[in-house]
């Protein structure tokens, strides 16, 4: 067996965010966010699970923290939520909830683990939905005023800022699909979030460098890759369009400084409202671009298939199959995904920021998940990586999702994607196979073949 190294100072983490392990949702002036709002009406989420208790991590991040520790991470991804720093979203400041995070970083810190927070990881906060939410311009101000607060009490000890996690999701699946909160089924309002949220990101790196802080921003992007179903001119088109709209869309405008015109000559009505201006904070230089990777798309022109008429299906590479969440696992994905970023964009520096696999887990008596499916899943997308990086990919670390199993959004609690299993009615934490396996992984900076 032959080890396949990483470059020196490459970084090992594991990923959360607030709303899917917090819980506490209305503990110590937290306000209520769109998640909160939308998993408490009957049938929007799996089970009518919900966000309430969680992994109860609010309470529990002090042994969190340990754990971390035992395992190995060199860094952690979280997210913070809005609202629990300004429960109203805007004006008067939740003093508990910044300690909370304070808390966090601290201890983080002390454990020698490098805090990696993302500001927007989709818990908008309510009362700004009542107020337009994210079709509205003026999010763009409420959330630079958000990051001010943030950046004002973590900035001088945070060295990763990810402004938004997967802005493709918050827009498409929140506002187009209305599988997600708010729960919209709109492609102008869509477009429109897509446009305000790049916005905000902008204004949120001009904010940070301003504040003359240490560390670096980005941006967080889910980035599949895509291969059309046959070489028809149909086919191909669709694909083409199916990939503007979940990677040029982005990543046009954040390194280009435009959008994708093909695209929004396609969208028609659907364009958004942008101003001249505009295009030069979106494109702000930013420090590295966060990549998800979770699977790949084989699109097919399809006159049932929506606004892009696209039917994308899902890639599994041979002998590999699908994971719980039907996804393909097909790693090669990764490393062409990594490799368009490179080839395309100017090979900024990036960070795989997730990459994981829900699958069926079960316990022993102990409580152990000897979960060997999952170690094949990291091994392969990590030799994936490793491919890239060594044709050229400017990659600077790997953070798998998740730490814990924990609240997958619309699927509630069936889906479980944690390093860690979490037993939701006690709270216990379980270490699984994956975990032991990731946590040698670290230690001697590779993989073995
Ligand atoms: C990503 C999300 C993350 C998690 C994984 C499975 O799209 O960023 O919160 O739900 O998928």
């Given at each position: 067996m032959s080890t396949r190294r990483f470059p020196q100072g490459f970084l090992w983490g594991a990923a959360t965010s607030?709303?899917?392990?917090?819980?506490?949702?209305?503990?110590?002036?937290?306000?209520?966010?769109?998640?909160?709002?939308?998993?408490?009406?009957?049938?929007?989420?799996?089970?009518?699970?919900?966000?309430?208790?969680?992994c109860d991590h609010y309470?529990?991040?002090?042994?969190?923290?340990?754990?971390?520790?035992?395992?190995?991470?060199?860094?952690?991804?979280?997210?913070?939520?809005?609202?629990?720093?300004?429960?109203?979203?805007?004006?008067?400041?939740?003093?508990?909830?910044?300690?909370?995070?304070?808390?966090?970083?601290?201890?983080?810190?002390?454990?020698?683990?490098?805090?990696?927070?993302?500001?927007?990881?989709?818990?908008?906060?309510?009362?700004?939905q009542e107020a337009g939410g994210w079709p509205n311009r003026d999010s763009v101000d409420w959330f630079v005023d958000y990051a001010r607060v943030v950046f004002d009490?973590?900035?001088?000890?945070?060295?990763?800022?990810?402004?938004?996690?997967?802005?493709?999701?918050?827009?498409?699946?929140?506002?187009?699909?209305?599988?997600?909160?708010?729960?919209?089924?709109?492609?102008?309002?869509?477009?429109?979030t897509v446009h305000h949220q790049l916005l905000s990101h902008g204004r949120t790196v001009q904010l940070f460098r301003q504040g003359s802080y240490q560390g670096e921003i980005g941006i967080v992007l889910n980035l599949g890759h895509y291969e059309p179903a046959t070489?028809?001119?149909?086919?191909?088109?669709?694909?083409?369009?199916?990939?503007?709209?979940?990677?040029?869309?982005?990543?046009?405008?954040?390194?280009?400084?435009?959008?994708?015109?093909?695209?929004?000559?396609?969208?028609?009505?659907?364009?958004?409202?942008?101003?001249?201006?505009?295009?030069?904070?979106i494109s702000?230089?930013?420090?590295?671009?966060?990549?998800?990777?979770y699977t790949s798309h084989q699109?097919?022109?399809?006159?049932s298939h929506g606004l892009l008429k696209a039917n994308s299906a899902p890639v599994s590479a041979p002998g590999w199959g699908h994971t719980k969440m039907d996804w393909g696992i097909n790693p090669p994905g990764l490393?062409?995904?990594?490799?368009?970023?490179?080839?395309?964009?100017?090979?900024?520096?990036?960070?795989?920021?997730?990459?994981?696999?829900?699958?069926?887990?079960?316990?022993d008596e102990r409580g152990f998940v000897a979960d060997w499916g999952r170690v094949g899943f990291f091994r392969a997308h990590l030799m994936a990586a490793h491919d890239a990086i060594q044709a050229g990919a400017n990659l600077h670390g790997y953070y798998a999702w998740s730490l814990m199993d924990n609240f997958e959004w619309a699927m509630g609690y069936e889906p479980r994607f944690g390093i860690v299993r979490v037993d939701f009615e006690t709270g216990r934490r379980d270490p699984k196979q994956s975990a032991l396996w990731y946590r040698e992984v670290i230690t001697r900076n590779g993989v073995e073949e």
């Open positions: 607030a709303h899917q392990i917090e819980g506490a949702w209305n503990t110590d002036g937290k306000g209520e966010s769109i998640w909160d709002h939308f998993a408490h009406s009957p049938y929007r989420v799996m089970n009518d699970d919900t966000g309430d208790v969680a309470r529990r991040m002090s042994d969190d923290v340990a754990l971390m520790k035992e395992l190995g991470l060199q860094t952690y991804r979280f997210s913070i939520s809005w609202p629990r720093i300004l429960p109203q979203g805007r004006g008067a400041i939740n003093e508990k909830g910044l300690d909370f995070y304070d808390r966090l970083v601290d201890s983080l810190l002390a454990a020698d683990i490098i805090p990696n927070a993302t500001l927007y990881h989709w818990d908008y906060p309510q009362a700004l009490r973590l900035g001088d000890r945070v060295p990763l800022w990810a402004t938004h996690n997967e802005p493709w999701v918050t827009a498409f699946v929140g506002h187009a699909l209305g599988l997600h909160a708010p729960g919209i089924c709109d492609y102008s309002q869509a477009y429109q070489e028809s001119q149909a086919d191909l088109a669709a694909c083409q369009r199916a990939y503007e709209e979940n990677v040029a869309l982005f990543m046009d405008p954040l390194i280009k400084g435009h959008y994708p015109e093909m695209l929004l000559d396609w969208i028609g009505p659907h364009r958004p409202h942008v101003r001249e201006e505009d295009a030069a904070v702000q230089p930013i420090d590295f671009v966060g990549v998800n990777y699109v097919s022109w399809s006159l490393t062409a995904v990594l490799l368009n970023i490179k080839e395309n964009y100017g090979n900024p520096k990036m960070y795989v920021t997730e990459n994981g696999c829900a699958l069926k887990d079960t316990p």
